[in-house]
């Protein structure tokens, strides 16, 4: 028994039919808006959405932020593990009586902080830089705390340490500005 040769495969010419290409489309679910208002292209960008529009409303300054927030984190970073008695110096006036490692551990803590926020400056994900930007707001208000509690417990209030804690304030504020803007749902035209 020989077997016979199978015939050509002729291509089906409803493929090319824009109509029912179209059909297609629409049972597949794709090419309509969703909720939101997004033409998704495929079945992929729709289940993993697309994080092109984000890239269009950036709030305004918010990479500058970010830049200023990484570059400053890394200094203060650096400072605390090469002067760490320098350091404390500035904020509470006195010298550190005991050894310096604490304030080489919260400088090691800050440098971890600080490559979170060189990773959220180059990320263009909406979700990285919004963790990026809750990671520094818990830094302040966890700073503005225990500073404040460290000097009430010391009964001092240096001018050095006024400033830390108005700047804390101001940088929590800015930082949970620009994640309350990243969190807003845009509004539809």
């Known amino acids: 028994m020989a077997s016979k040769p199978h015939p050509p495969l002729m291509k089906k010419h409803s ?3 824009l109509i029912s290409r179209l059909k297609s ?3 597949l679910g794709v ?12 079945k992929i ?3 993993l959405g697309n994080e ?6 950036e709030p305004i300054g918010l990479r500058v932020w970010i830049l200023i927030s990484a570059v400053g984190f890394t ?6 593990l090469v002067f760490p008695n320098q350091c404390y110096e500035v904020v509470f006036e006195e010298e550190l009586s005991t050894t310096s490692i604490s304030v080489r551990l919260y400088g090691g803590a800050l440098l971890s902080l600080a490559i979170i926020m060189w990773n959220g400056l180059y990320t263009a994900e909406k979700i990285v830089i919004q963790w990026t930007l ?8 966890i700073q503005f705390l225990v500073t404040s509690v460290t000097l009430i417990e010391m009964g001092i209030l240096p001018n050095a340490a006024i400033l830390l804690l108005l700047s804390r304030v101001l940088f929590l504020v800015v930082t949970m500005a620009y994640y309350y803007h990243l969190g807003r749902r845009p509004k539809k035209v």
């Open 52 to 57: 092109m529009k984000f890239a269009m409303r």
């Open 134 to 141: 809750l990671s520094e707001a818990c830094y302040f208000a």
């Open 31 to 42: 090419g309509g808006e969703d909720d939101d208002g997004e033409v998704h292209r495929s």
């Open 25 to 27: 489309r629409k049972i």
């Open 75 to 80: 200094a203060m970073a650096l400072m605390a």
């Open 15 to 17: 493929q090319t039919d």
């Open 45 to 47: 960008s729709q289940m």
